[in-house]
């Protein structure tokens, strides 16, 4: 643990005395439904700054350090998640169970409002939400299956997306992870509609690119994955067979945060009597658990598929 601590703290310069600030202050942690089913709790810490994920001890952040280091380093924009250090706990009791649990950065720590979150894995079997779309909200994480948009990039910002996911996927190939997410937080600029108990909804316009290029200051606190201004189109799907839905030319303006989260499970046994079971039953490319080389191939295709270069006329 202490060698986890002191790797991280120089990889990411954030001393544990400031997240324990923000961990035991007066002010609760407040606990979030896990996207997944890993079985892990999320909690967040009140200033929005932290993510707290309790983990078993089989997810490999240690095994795993010396690479994780490197590639961090060696890649300033990388989209992996930012690991600040590693703990446990044992609770008070009989059994004085340990419960271990990782800090990171919280993705989604913003001034603006995240109004869609989407998980997604490029997998298809069970990948949408179980929740009716009467309750859906900004708190609700979607799926693969539930994304209704085709995100598109200014072309530059398009290319270094491309180039660092390459990289990224690469890294996590190397190190036999899979199951990993990218999670895609959205921010719909403009009026949105709240009617009662029904979920916030963007109202959708056709593009005006002038007005969303007439600030320049809008641009100075871009980074790849944090506050990336961009437009998303509607998309519908008109078969259940339809990775991505049909392009309808209708537009929002939003702002986007993004990164690879749940890089902590390798291809084990478990995982792997987990994919020869379900091809018994499946299609054995819709299913999540597949080896790293699988993974990393249908996890791209995917996301080049949600993720375009923005083509507007001159």
Partial sequence: SELIHRTLRKLF????????????????????SSPGKSGSFFYLTNDDRYMIKTMKKSEMLLKMLHAYYNHVRAFENTLVAKFFGLHCVKLAGANQKKVRFVIMGNLFCSDHTIHRRFDLKGSSLG???????????EYTT???????FIFRLQKQWFEEF?????????????????????LVGVHFRGAIDIDGDKPATPRVSRWDRNHFLSDPNRWCKIKLGA????RAELTVRKNDSDVIGEPTGEYCDVILYFGIIDILQDYDIGKK???????????????SAVDPRQYSRRFKDFIYKAFQEDRVDS
């Avoid at 310069?13 to 979030?32: I, N, W």
């Avoid at 990948?127 to 909200?137: G, V």
């Avoid at 979607?142 to 209704?148: E, F, V």
């Fill in 162 to 182: 491309r180039r660092q996911v390459d990289k990224d996927c690469e890294f996590l190939e190397q190190e036999k992870i899979m199951d990993y997410s990218l």
């Fill in 13 to 32: 310069k954030v001393d544990p005395a400031d997240y324990m600030l923000s961990l035991c202050g007066d002010d609760a942690l407040r606990e979030l």
């Fill in 273 to 287: 009597i987990e994919h020869a079971y379900k091809s018994f039953q499946y299609d054995s490319t819709s299913i």
């Fill in 127 to 137: 990948r949408t939400t179980d929740k009716p779309q009467a309750e859906i909200d």
């Fill in 227 to 230: 506050n990336m201004l961009s």
């Fill in 142 to 148: 979607l799926k693969d299956l539930d994304l209704n």
